[in-house]
């Protein structure tokens, strides 16, 4: 019996258009957000590199708020990858971990778990930039 | 006694009483008023997941002892599982109870399991009252297999929603209403699928290949039934179902049904390709089915309870998921 052909002609075949554009449109305002953010702290006289921080800052805290609320898993259902690639879905992963094992306690439960998800970015982040470091000191000196 | 390859023919078995209990989402569906328990969020009047799904087995087995007026003593034993890890939520709800415990584990087929296991002894005069139970919860499940329940990372629509329910009902030697008629113990299949958030794909070969098994067993065709209940095969499987077995010449297009399908409203409620889960063949067949058993609405029903056998573990590791079905034939007397 071959099973895999029936099962591939009723398989759903995901909307690759459709949830990029959605994607794009939602990474995009998330984007915007920012932009007006940094500019509006900078009118307030805030330095450009301390705005800039205070920016992520304020970003990470609303996702983290949202998450905490249940509504950010509603927002990323429609957002598609619109709200995972921004910094956004960082703070959501690391606090919707936080959030699932508090029962768990302090230790063993949010720190222990708090980079369930968001481990694999720290880890690959951190090795892709010492890797692109070492290349940029021997071809640039620096 | 065993018949054909696969199957057992009972004699004297029938199912005295059921409880069910549910959550939030399942409470507001299409089979709300067939159950027991509603209870209206996730947390079940406990603090964790975990104790919900605890208190959802208990109010089962508390309301069904209730019901059934019999003592610990006169019931033989319990024979349940669910989908966490070391059945630990069926081996912590009946700690409080001093009846001894088989605790079984087939994915979402645990509920048919624990049937077929609970009427074999009773069939075979080892026991006379038996309690079957099997539940599952949303975020128990989430949690485990899954992520975070927060986590907003977007799911593709071939997912299923796990239900938050649990079902039980009494196994007894004592003629009742509805029979427990013959049962089909499923083959493990893997259909090579890969997608952790397709499950309808890998258990619908699975669920075929344990129909057509029982229908040659006891040498029957599809119409024999007026409803063959699929467990959690979800708007995915199903067209798969009929289509494998219409290559094999058995047609269930007209009395086929899922208990994933049944127990939510997918165009209101936003549950992707229908309900899953070891609660939702137990709280729709003890809660829905068993009314329609007796208010002689169905008469012949083949409950074929569907497990897709998925191991974090094994899926990172680049493996399949192999896929289980158990099968059993319940008959309005």
Redesign the interface.
């Known amino acids: 019996m071959n099973y895999e052909e029936i099962i591939k002609k009723h398989q759903l075949k995901p909307k690759y258009f459709a949830n990029g554009l959605k994607s794009f449109v939602c990474g995009g305002m998330v984007a915007i957000v920012g932009q007006l953010l940094l500019e509006l702290y900078i009118k307030l006289g805030i330095g450009e590199d301390e705005a800039g921080s205070l920016m992520i800052t304020t970003v990470i805290l609303v996702a983290s708020l949202l998450t905490a609320f249940g509504v950010y898993d509603k927002l990323g259902q429609f957002a598609k990858a619109g709200l995972a690639v921004p910094v956004t879905g960082f703070a959501n992963s690391m606090t919707a971990s936080a959030l699932e094992y508090k029962k768990e306690g302090m230790l063993l439960g949010i720190a222990n778990n708090l980079f369930k998800l968001a481990g694999a970015v720290i880890v690959y982040g951190v090795v892709s930039a010492y890797i692109l470091g070492i290349i940029r000191y021997l071809f640039m000196g620096g | 006694m065993k018949i054909g390859n696969n199957s057992l023919k009972f004699n004297g078995v029938y199912i005295k009483d059921s409880s069910t209990a549910v959550g939030p989402l399942e409470s507001a569906g299409p089979l709300k008023d067939y159950f027991d328990y509603r209870f209206p969020d996730l947390y079940c009047n406990a603090?964790?997941w975990e104790k919900a799904e605890i208190n959802l087995v208990k109010t089962c087995i508390d309301d069904l002892i209730k019901k059934t007026n019999l003592s610990d003593t006169e019931i033989d034993f319990i024979v349940g599982g669910d989908l966490n890890n070391q059945d630990a939520v069926t081996n912590y709800a009946v700690r409080d109870y001093n009846i001894p415990l088989l605790g079984v584990y087939s994915a979402c087929a645990t509920s048919a399991e624990a049937m077929i296991v609970a009427s074999s002894l009773v069939d075979s005069a080892n026991a006379k009252n038996i309690i079957v139970t099997s539940s599952s919860h949303n975020a128990t499940a989430e949690?485990q297999y899954r992520?975070?329940?927060?986590?907003?990372?977007?799911?593709?629509?071939?997912a299923t929603f796990t239900v938050t329910g649990a079902g039980t009902c009494l196994i007894t030697n004592q003629k009742s209403d509805i029979k427990i008629e013959s049962a089909t113990i499923g083959r493990v299949l893997d259909?090579?699928?890969k997608d952790a958030n397709?499950m309808g794909?890998a258990m619908?070969?699975a669920a075929s290949q344990t129909i057509k098994v029982h229908l040659e067993d006891l040498g029957r065709s599809a119409e024999y039934y007026d409803l063959i209940l699929t467990g959690d095969l979800s708007s995915?499987g199903k067209?798969?179902l009929i289509?494998?077995l219409k290559?094999?010449e058995i047609d269930i297009e007209h009395n086929h049904n899922d208990c994933g399908l049944l127990i939510y409203d997918r165009k209101k409620q936003?549950v992707f390709?229908g309900g899953s889960g070891a609660g939702c063949s137990s709280a729709v067949t003890f809660g829905y089915i068993m009314s329609m058993l007796r208010e002689n609405k169905l008469k012949k029903v083949l409950l074929v309870a569907t497990g897709a056998l998925m191991n974090p573990i094994m899926i990172f590791q680049k493996e399949s998921i192999p896929a289980i079905a158990h099968a059993v034939s319940l008959e309005k007397i």
């Open positions: 603090d964790s949690r992520n975070p329940t927060e986590y907003g990372g977007a799911r593709p629509d071939s259909a090579k699928q397709d794909s619908a070969p995915v067209p798969i289509d494998i290559e094999q936003n390709a």
